[in-house]
């Protein structure tokens, strides 16, 4: 049986990420992940999940090493970003230059990024990954836990870290409880050729059925999410390429312009909050502790925002093994990043609310408050420097 100060279950985007981190930290650690990331073909498409990165987690992926030249590369960066409803005249814009910021943020393919994570996990001599396993069963020991492998192997340690997504087992094997819904909506991200080179802005469109949003890729690639019913998102998987290209012509707006669809893949809506993050030496991060409904693209983000939190309460901490230091740190942690993910939440919340109903007064107020963002540049520019990161500890 062999025993690491910090295991964590799930490499994915924030396990990986957490893991590096603590390995930086000169902390002995171990990874567990059910799949290996495929390594990348320069002339494969963009993968079908991609993710809007803020300046917050750039910065992180670049002090840990992770943002290469090839990230970069795949990534696009968006210096302008748009958000209007259908039929209305008021048009909320936002740039990086008003921020006097190179960028507003990221677009990286899920697949690209979670590579180079690899890369930089295997030749990391702090880190010991254990890979394609699953974690069978989480038992508490007198100091620490004690983690059961599919494969047969045991380990031991001081902290278990749960990464393992909205679907947890080690939130489940730890009986922390979860509250959470399913949103009415679905979301089809939809892969796409653009006629158009990319122009570095990012826009979403929202329609009584839903959310429209252009995210920008490399060259002449981009992704589009469409937000709609299930039955609607049904009929739409249906279609043919050809069929589902005029489908997005017909309902996207103009500026759009031609595009031809080469992949898509629907999504179930879930908002989910965990009871708590913590117990004594086991901690919640990323999609394991809250999920959110992704209209803004924050879900990575605010994972991000929960391994700088997780890691700078750490930092102090010269060994885990202390019980007593560890569960203040911990407590520590769950008391900065709890209320900063329900307040998202409640945010992203209020706005699918507030657009999935025409009732009156509610689009005369949706307006009121487009026009108010939109003139009011120091409500626009604390929005932003929110969504970017620029004003948060962690």
Known sequence: MVHYECVVVGGGLIGATAALGLAHQGRSVALLEAMTPLPLMPAVPPDI?????NSRSVALLERLGVWSARTALRGAPFR???????GAPSIVSFSSESLQQPYLGYMVENRVLQYELWQQLITNQPLTLYTPVTLQQLIRAQKGWQLRLSDGRQLTTSLVI????KHSAVRQQAGIGMSGWQYRQQCLLITVQTEQPQQAITWQCFYPSGP??????????ASLAWYDTPDRIRELQALSW??????IHQAYPERL???????????RLERQHAARYYLPGLVLIGDAAHTIHPLAGQGANLGFRDVVALLSVLDPLPSLEEAINLEVSLKHYQRRRQDDNRWMQRAMDLIYQSFSTQRAPLP??????????????????GLLHYALGLSLEG
């Open 364 to 381: 005369w107020i949706r307006q009121l408050a487009l026009r108010s963002v939109s003139r009011c540049t120091w409500l626009k520019q």
């Open 80 to 86: 302008h970003l748009a958000v209007w409803e259908q």
């Open 162 to 165: 749960g990464a393992d997504g």
């Open 49 to 53: 999940r991609v993710s809007a990165l």
């Open 242 to 247: 050809p069929q589902l290209t005029n489908a």
């Open 257 to 267: 312009g031609a595009v031809t669809a080469t992949a898509a893949q629907a999504f």
């Open 212 to 221: 429209r949003a252009f995210l920008p890729l490399t060259d002449h690639w």
